[in-house]
């Protein structure tokens, strides 16, 4: 246990040691990121690492929505040097001016990134590249293994008689609209009919308890017992089991689950490019990726590498599942039309099923 651990905690520092060393000659200072809060980019322990090898203080800045983010960007240009963007939302921050260009040969690790995200058009647009591939994930159905000792295979699931008041959703437009789509076999980007989405949807009236917002609040509700099967996310659900040690199982139905991925991106008028590219490598680093994902629990990350140095367990299991993978649409940008009438139809099925 000793020598394993130990050696290769040796072997990723020595390495991270050596690339941050090259890194800090370019870079040097202090770097601004934003970032949802607790989201890997602001642990202590790798801060100190980073600013320790490179001599460049980050310092956080935090949204609670996308669209915070955006304003943040807009209303603070040259503030901030490394921005977490949600692929879905890049093309819109790019073409706003908010973010620039990045010049891909300064991020190390870049060759080692899984080329469906790293080469994605949701990242890369009019030939340049403007956010680098960081986590991925699937938002799918986690169940108690306890209580459904029998794990199910089926979005249907959410409407099984057996489970009144047993459900629960998360309080989010653009994901219920998307699991509407996919249990009434339509395209869950581009809907045709979302009246069929809203028939399907009220139907849970009878079985949804709660509705939740984050992932300390789906803990608190689980173990709670306030639902039995409820949308989650795949590192979320590793970490509730692993960490918070719930009974809880996670699948991909077999009608299809939401695959999504975020990226590192720079801001316009970073004021340290240089310090930027140096950070977002080490967030692509395999030393750091494997660190947090054993220390904390953490989504997937896009570097293929990286996942294959995680230690057996409930997190590479799920990641590497190439069946559920397989099984997952990844959320494409929506118009601003499309994305209102996803918000007004999930109020007016909230309403309703809160009633």
């Known amino acids: 246990m000793y020598s394993l651990r130990t050696a290769w905690r040796a072997a990723v520092g020595l390495a991270l040691g050596g690339l941050l060393w090259i890194a800090s000659a370019e870079a040097g200072g202090e770097i601004h990121v934003l970032n949802w809060q607790g989201y890997g ?55 706003e001016g908010l973010i620039q260009p990045i010049p891909t040969g300064k991020i190390s690790h870049f060759a080692d990134l899984i080329p469906s995200m790293r080469d994605s058009p949701y990242l890369n647009i009019d030939g340049k590249t403007y956010g680098i591939a960081w986590v991925w994930g699937m938002t799918g159905l986690a169940y108690n293994t306890q209580d459904l000792p029998q794990a199910p295979d089926s979005i249907e699931v959410l409407w099984d008689p057996k489970l009144v008041g047993k459900v629960s959703l998360r309080d989010d437009a653009v994901e219920v609209v998307s699991f509407g789509a996919i249990a009434t076999g339509q395209d869950m980007n581009h ?19 709660t509705f939740w917002s984050s992932e300390d609040e789906w803990n608190k509700y689980f173990a709670a017992k306030q639902f039995d099967v409820a949308a989650y996310w795949s590192g979320s659900a590793a970490r509730s089991a692993t960490n918070s040690g719930l009974p809880v199982g996670f699948f991909i139905p077999k009608e299809g689950g939401i695959g999504w991925f975020d990226g590192l991106s720079v801001a316009a008028g970073a004021p340290n490019p240089d310090g930027a590219a140096a950070f977002i490598g080490f967030m692509v680093d395999p030393a750091f990726y494997v660190e947090w994902a054993t220390r904390v629990g953490a989504p997937a990350s896009a570097n293929a590498k990286a996942n294959a140095m995680l230690p057996e367990g409930m997190a590479k299991a799920i990641h590497t599942d190439a069946a559920a993978i397989g099984r997952l649409t990844f959320m494409a940008p929506l118009s601003d039309e499309e994305r209102q009438r996803y918000q007004d139809l999930w109020a007016e099925v909230k309403t309703e099923l809160a009633q």
């Open 41 to 95: 980019t602001d642990e202590p322990w790798a801060l100190e690492m980073f600013e320790k090898q490179t001599s460049i203080k980050v310092v956080h800045d935090y949204f609670n929505s996308e669209q915070e983010m955006l304003t943040k960007l807009r209303t603070s240009p040259g503030a901030y040097d490394v921005v977490l963007i949600n692929s879905t939302y890049t093309e819109q921050a790019a073409k």
């Open 191 to 209: 809907p045709k009919d979302l009246d069929k989405i809203r028939t399907k949807l009220l139907a849970l009236k009878p079985q949804v308890k």
